[in-house]
């Protein structure tokens, strides 16, 4: 049977009154403080567009949020409409953190800015690409590859689109896999110490788990990117066939997706109204965990999803040594050049960057580009490079039995 939480009355009628007086937060982010590296009159907040609807508007026609919609959530290889891709699970974050910074009076804008951009920086195949990018940069350099990291890069480096601090920092901090009863934003004065917290992740990825937002509106969206993909990610299972006749237990916050969602959000709102922090109660953040154990039980570390692990573990080596050694010869006909180098040296983008891309660390750009691949364009890359390697990843079909 489905239970649905409600927060208590008193509540209700209390939030319903600053709603229409439309009283925000007093722990909510005012844009007047907002941060650009380069304070230039262009990027400048005017009364129709502040500073976060500005940003958002930069995050949306950068070139690499497009390809959101071709890369892997957690199902990869499917051909199935009804399983989420990157681009949803972005939309899912964003709908439910500005559900919630609304009813807590927070900054709306900074909160939807800072989901948009979350996983832009995001490799092909989800997760798992992630974890073998980081294997092969990390070889190769002694630095370490995290998505959250990387997009920061692709919004500050890649694509100078001189962002908030608070956007760049939100994005950074919004690791979903490490979740929190409480979370208090972190004082961050300036870019200077976001820099210096950037460069200590690359060399440290523990470093990377012990960022927090530095706004209240960052960590309502860090919460939320669990909560998007908790009850969504055994949606998905069910509609992939992947994980048939498996149950999941009811912790305590229900076990579909609605139920989830609706629970976790009463429970975060009830617990964080006017405070200076985002807290669920002790019986909902052990729901929340035990849950997110059992998601990792049954979903990731199933051998249906990890089934071709091994496959893209080895056509990803290849791909980056091949790069790595056109870049070192200076092999212009190859797609790193042709593709990815050409494609950033474009005017518009160019003349927006400190230094020219071509300059940038050759393994850099390696990551950069295999980074930026879309799951289908890293497939047929790898086969125009390597046309006689027996490697290959097929994708179940529609009426393929999995699908079927």
Not at 79 to 98: C, E, F, G, M, P
Not at 118 to 133: A, C, K, N, Q, V
Not at 283 to 308: C, M
Request: aromatic share 10%; charged share 25%.
């Amino acid at each position: 049977m489905t239970h649905y939480e409600e927060l208590p009355a008193e509540l209700s009628r209390r939030m319903e009154r600053d709603l229409a007086e439309r009283t925000p937060s007093p722990y909510a982010f005012d844009e007047k403080n907002a941060l650009r590296r380069d304070p230039n009159p262009h990027d400048a907040a005017t009364v129709w567009r502040p500073a976060f609807i500005r940003d958002a508007d930069k995050i949306l026609n950068c070139p690499y949020y497009n390809r959101y919609s071709d890369k892997t959530q957690v199902f990869s290889l499917y051909k199935n409409d009804d399983i989420t891709r990157r681009s949803l699970h972005v939309q899912l974050v964003s709908r439910i953190a500005r559900t919630i910074g609304r009813a807590l009076g927070l900054n709306q804008e900074l909160i939807e800015t800072i989901a948009l951009g979350h996983d832009i920086g995001h490799t092909p195949f989800g997760h798992t690409g992630e974890r073998f990018l980081d294997e092969l940069y990390c070889s190769h350099t002694g630095l370490h590859f995290a998505h959250n990291i990387h997009s920061v890069r692709v919004l500050d480096e890649i694509f100078p689109l001189n962002l908030c601090l608070q956007t760049l920092d939100g994005i950074a901090a919004h690791n979903g896999e490490l979740e929190l009863g409480e979370y208090r934003p972190a004082p961050l004065p300036d870019f200077d110490a976001f820099d210096e917290r950037m460069r200590a992740c690359r060399q440290d990825t523990g470093n990377v788990s012990k960022l927090v937002p530095s706004t209240l509106e960052g960590c309502v969206v860090r919460i939320s990117d669990i909560i998007a993909y908790l009850g969504k990610d055994r949606h998905d299972a069910e509609k992939s066939k992947a994980l048939a006749g498996m149950t999941f237990e009811d912790t305590g916050i229900g076990t579909i997706n609605a139920e989830i969602v609706n629970n976790l959000m009463v429970n975060l709102i009830e617990n964080s109204y006017l405070r200076p922090y985002i807290r669920l109660d002790e019986r909902h953040f052990a729901a929340l965990k035990a849950a997110k154990q059992d998601n990792y039980n049954l979903i990731y570390r199933s051998e249906k999803v990890q089934n071709a692990d091994d496959t893209i573990r080895r056509m990803m080596s290849e791909l980056y040594e091949k790069l790595l050694s056109d870049l070192h010869a200076g092999r212009q006909s190859s797609p790193v050049f042709r593709h990815h180098i050409a494609y950033l040296e474009a005017p518009y983008y160019a003349k927006h960057r400190r230094i020219p891309y071509r300059e940038t660390e050759r393994n850099l750009i390696v990551t950069d580009y295999i980074a930026s691949m879309t799951d289908d364009y890293f497939i047929d890359l790898y086969g125009f490079l390597f046309p006689d390697s027996s490697l290959r990843l097929s994708y179940i079909g529609y009426f393929d039995g999995g699908n079927s």
